[in-house]
Each structure stands twice: as structure tokens, then as C-alpha cells.
């Protein structure tokens, strides 16, 4: 197992949690009488009981749409009114486009995006031919140098979350089941050292908002138990389409720590091991997120 640097990223103590503002709420009304069905015909599992493997850390887990507002869960119900839809209809241009010096697109070789219905919900998994965890991220830049002869998409760039949107949303309803056995799990225990390890100078890891705190406010958030069920995500605080890694980032950033990078090994196995906490949910991407 790689250890962590936690003197590089900035790991100090004395920072009690307290101090950030946690603001006590009700989980009562969590998922209750709520449902998410999107275009009136894919229904989503918002909410079910936690996977064996988090050992009691959860006993039910939930989506990240059912601790938003009324009028953003309303946006993600029709793909009339997401605004993450306007980006996979680019990447559908963009997947029946030529590139490359072998002059295929995506097309040549998948046909049409429906026939990708089934990666978004088993992804990250350990590849044979690398040898390694493979993303989502990562099986399109293959793809595009590979078999197409052309240059790979920036991990974190606008046409890599557009793709991965439109790789996403044909498996909209389909349950979350990644695997974490055989050889990824040693890639699968890094990500989960990463998720319970504190950061920064604020001195938070991943479990302190998103397992002891969900639910409540720090500041003017609501507190989601952190699934990515639903990524990318369109956000409206920033008004486009985020990332996993780049969610990842922002967290890690935000307790004022040196933060690893989108694709490097640190993000691939804590991208395992949080896709792992939500399996039993179903793919939400891209969602409508605050």
C-alpha cells in the first residue's frame, strides 16, 4: 500500500471540526417520500441500504439529490431543464467526429453511445492488459491514442467531461456495482486510507463531513454523504460540468492542503473506493448539484 505524505499536504493538529460551524439537522425527512424519476421513465435508487463492505460506517446510504433544494432536484428530473444535457449532446457530435490519423471516431468502432449502457456502473475496475485500476477517464484516452490515432483528452478538460456525461447518462438507472476484489483491492484499501486520513490546515478528511456529518450545514452547505453516483455533475455555483477528480481537488483544497492532482494514483484509488460506498444506487449522471 502507498503511504501518504501527510507533512506535503499540509497535516497539522490541534483543529477541532467543531470550529468549522457544523450546524445540527433532522435526518428524519432524508428520503422520505421522495423520488427521483427522471423524464418520467428512469427511476433512480435514492436511496437503500449501505454495502457490506463499510462495515457499519453507514447503515443506509443516499443520493447526493435528495440534500438539495426542491428546484434542483426538479431541474435533474427532466433532461428539458438539466443544463448537463446541453454537454452530452457535444459529446454525441464529438463521439460521430472523425480523429486522429486513423481516421475512426468513436462511432467506428461503438456505433453509438446506448451501446456503452453498462461502463458508468462498474467503473473504476482493474484493467489486466495495464496491469492497474482503470477510469472511465482513462478507457476513453485509450481509446482516442490507440485506436484512433489521436492526441488524449486533458484528465480534467472540458471534451473529457463532456464524454464521460454522455458515457454516464445511457446508464442512467442502472445499479452502481463496482468491484473490489482480486487485484484492486490493494488500490481499493490506499483510496480508503486516503478517505479517513485528516488534511490541511483545517484538519478533515473525506468521513468527517461525509460519514459523521452528513446531513447537516457547514456554513451555508448541506452536507451529502459525498456518493458520485451522479458525476459528472453540473453545479451551479460554477455553471458547468465537474468532475470526480475535480470534486476531489476542490475538497481537499478547501482544508487548505496541497492537493493531489485529477488521474494521478491517489485520486484513482480514492475514486474506487468512494464509488464502492454508493454501490447499490444507480447512475444519476450528469446530475444537478448546487
Known amino acids: 500500500m502507498a503511504k501518504i505524505n501527510t507533512k506535503k499536504l499540509g497535516l497539522m493538529g490541534g483543529v477541532a471540526v467543531a470550529t468549522l460551524g457544523f450546524a445540527s439537522l433532522s435526518l428524519a425527512d432524508i428520503g422520505d417520500d421522495e423520488s427521483l424519476i427522471v423524464n418520467g421513465e428512469i427511476e433512480m435508487v435514492i436511496e437503500t441500504e449501505a454495502p457490506e463492505h463499510l462495515d457499519g460506517a453507514l447503515r443506509t446510504i443516499y443520493s447526493g439529490w435528495v440534500f438539495r433544494t426542491d428546484e434542483t432536484q426538479a431541474m435533474q428530473a427532466d433532461d428539458f431543464d438539466n443544463p448537463g444535457m446541453i454537454f452530452v449532446d457535444q459529446a454525441r457530435d464529438a463521439f460521430d467526429t472523425a480523429m486522429g490519423t486513423e481516421g475512426n471516431s468513436c462511432a467506428s468502432c461503438h456505433e453509438n453511445p446506448e451501446s ?81 486520513t485528516r488534511y490541511g490546515i483545517l484538519e478533515l478528511s473525506c468521513a468527517n463531513c461525509h460519514e459523521q456529518n452528513y446531513g447537516n450545514n457547514i456554513r451555508a452547505d448541506h452536507l451529502s454523504q459525498g456518493q458520485i453516483n451522479g458525476f459528472p455533475t453540473y453545479r451551479l455555483r460554477n455553471a458547468r460540468l465537474n468532475s470526480v477528480h475535480g470534486r476531489f481537488r476542490g475538497c481537499i483544497r478547501d482544508t487548505r492542503a496541497e492537493t493531489f492532482s485529477p488521474g494521478s494514483p491517489e485520486f484513482i484509488a480514492l475514486e474506487l473506493y468512494v464509488a464502492t460506498r454508493g454501490n447499490g444506487l444507480t447512475v444519476e449522471g450528469p446530475s444537478v448539484r448546487n
Open 116 to 196: 456503452l449502457r453498462g461502463v458508468r456502473a462498474t467503473y473504476p475496475q482493474w484493467d489486466e492488459e495495464h496491469g492497474g485500476v482503470q477510469t472511465v477517464e482513462m478507457q476513453v484516452n485509450e481509446c482516442l491514442t490507440e485506436r484512433m490515432g489521436a492526441e488524449p483528452y486533458g484528465y480534467d478538460s472540458t471534451p473529457m467531461r463532456n464524454m464521460t456525461a454522455l458515457i454516464a447518462s445511457v446508464s442512467r438507472g442502472m445499479e452502481i456495482n463496482v468491484a473490489i476484489d482480486g487485484p484492486a483491492a490493494e488500490t481499493w484499501e490506499q483510496g480508503r486510507e486516503i478517505y479517513y
